[in-house]
């Protein structure tokens, strides 16, 4: 009788420890609340989310994504401030809004620095902007990898085929002096605003068209206001993954491991899956009333290599970058 009761002793500690050990587990549980300017159909979207149920699974629930889309927490230079704070842990920012922290990220969003969707996956992928990502560390946050958001072209009331089109033309670009600088290089007047007010400001007469890539064109319904959408491809500007200093530090080494191991898999499973979302833009667009024109870049690119050589020359290692960059064409 007494073994028996010890034997029921033993197996009551076991189950108790095992939910102390299970009650350990939830409180060690970190939500990575991530702030997205985009719906929940855009691809990147749908690379976090997959992204977010990979983590959960293999950290065993250690780590899961709140994904909070539609620019809910505010705009991307809100957000990355928030990032910054620690009053949430990630965002996707635009590459301009990161060479507000760091004048070296302007390399990667030059104008025509990338030779096509090719080229750019094998630089995101190579490690080559590595030290890079790492060099805002400084500014409470680090870039955790880099997702494609396709050619940038100008859309607007007219098609635009040269430069000279663009003359008077204020179209919006991204808050950023480089990128302010690239739309006046390319003969129109860059106009910086957040992207939630240009639909808005086209209708008001305060801009005459917007520059984006289709899947972002169609998403915002900017074919109801701009309906030619011409090719001029300047730029693939990388749209950033960045993360909380701390909430990356805190991760023991096997969860770091697993979190880098599944970002590079989501960025390169996001280059496939916005090849496809482009054709379905397009294809909507055109059903309502949207024209897309075919462009010979070659005078804008001449136009804006005054722009290449000033970014380049800031520092050695702004040039360093560039030419490793250019390297990688195949």
Request: glycine letters at 6%; one cysteine or more.
């Given at each position: 009788?007494k073994k028996?009761?010890?034997?029921?002793?033993?197996?009551?500690?076991v189950?108790?420890?095992?939910?102390?050990a299970?009650?350990?587990?939830?409180?060690?549980?970190?939500?990575?609340?991530?702030?997205?300017?985009?719906?929940?159909?855009h691809?990147?979207?749908?690379?976090?989310a997959?992204?977010?149920?990979?983590?959960?699974?293999?950290?065993?629930?250690?780590?899961?994504?709140?994904?909070?889309?539609?620019?809910?927490?505010?705009?991307q230079?809100?957000?990355?401030?928030?990032?910054?704070?620690?009053?949430?842990?990630?965002s996707?920012?635009?590459?301009?809004?990161?060479?507000n922290?760091?004048?070296?990220f302007?390399?990667?969003?030059?104008?025509?620095?990338?030779?096509?969707?090719?080229?750019?996956?094998t630089?995101?992928?190579?490690?080559v902007?590595?030290?890079?990502?790492?060099?805002?560390?400084?500014?409470?946050?680090?870039?955790?990898g880099?997702?494609?958001?396709?050619?940038?072209n100008?859309?607007?009331?007219?098609?635009?085929?040269?430069?000279s089109?663009?003359?008077?033309?204020?179209?919006?670009?991204?808050?950023?002096?480089?990128?302010?600088?690239?739309?006046d290089?390319?003969?129109?007047v860059?106009?910086?605003?957040?992207?939630?007010e240009?639909?808005?400001?086209?209708q008001?007469?305060v801009l005459?068209g917007?520059?984006?890539?289709?899947?972002?064109?169609?998403?915002?319904?900017?074919?109801?206001?701009s309906?030619?959408?011409?090719?001029?491809?300047?730029?693939m500007?990388p749209d950033?993954i960045?993360?909380?200093?701390?909430?990356?530090?805190a991760?023991?080494?096997?969860?770091?491991?697993?979190?880098?191991?599944?970002m590079n898999?989501?960025i390169?499973?996001q280059?496939?899956?916005?090849?496809?979302?482009?054709?379905?833009?397009?294809?909507?667009?055109?059903?309502?009333?949207?024209?897309f024109?075919d462009?010979?870049?070659?005078?804008?690119?001449?136009?804006?290599?005054p722009?290449?050589?000033?970014?380049?020359a800031?520092?050695?290692?702004?040039?360093?970058?560039?030419?490793?960059?250019?390297?990688?064409?195949?």
């Amino acid at each position: 009788m007494k073994k028996f009761f010890a034997l029921i002793l033993v197996v009551v500690m076991v189950l108790s420890f095992a939910g102390c050990a299970k009650g350990e587990e939830e409180v060690k549980a970190t939500v990575l609340k991530v702030a997205f300017n985009q719906s929940e159909s855009h691809p990147q979207y749908k690379a976090l989310a997959a992204f977010g149920e990979a983590l959960a699974t293999e950290t065993d629930g250690a780590y899961t994504l709140e994904i909070s889309p539609n620019a809910l927490l505010g705009d991307q230079r809100a957000t990355a401030e928030l990032v910054q704070s620690g009053a949430i842990q990630m965002s996707v920012v635009g590459n301009p809004i990161v060479e507000n922290f760091n004048q070296e990220f302007a390399v990667i969003g030059l104008p025509y620095i990338y030779d096509s969707l090719d080229h750019q996956e094998t630089v995101f992928t190579s490690g080559v902007l590595g030290d890079l990502f790492a060099s805002t560390r400084e500014q409470g946050f680090v870039v955790v990898g880099a997702f494609t958001a396709g050619s940038r072209n100008v859309y607007t009331d007219k098609p635009i085929t040269q430069p000279s089109d663009l003359a008077g033309y204020k179209v919006r670009v991204m808050q950023s002096d480089t990128m302010k600088k690239m739309l006046d290089y390319m003969g129109g007047v860059g106009t910086p605003m957040a992207q939630g007010e240009v639909y808005t400001a086209v209708q008001q007469g305060v801009l005459e068209g917007g520059e984006n890539n289709e899947v972002t064109y169609v998403d915002l319904k900017h074919y109801e206001i701009s309906p030619f959408f011409s090719y001029t491809q300047h730029l693939m500007v990388p749209d950033l993954i960045i993360i909380n200093n701390a909430v990356l530090d805190a991760m023991s080494d096997t969860h770091k491991a697993t979190f880098e191991k599944l970002m590079n898999e989501a960025i390169s499973n996001q280059f496939d899956a916005w090849a496809e979302s482009v054709d379905a833009a397009k294809a909507i667009a055109i059903e309502n009333g949207a024209t897309f024109v075919d462009v010979d870049i070659t005078p804008f690119q001449e136009n804006v290599k005054p722009l290449h050589e000033e970014v380049t020359a800031k520092s050695d290692l702004s040039k360093a970058l560039y030419e490793a960059i250019r390297a990688l064409v195949k």
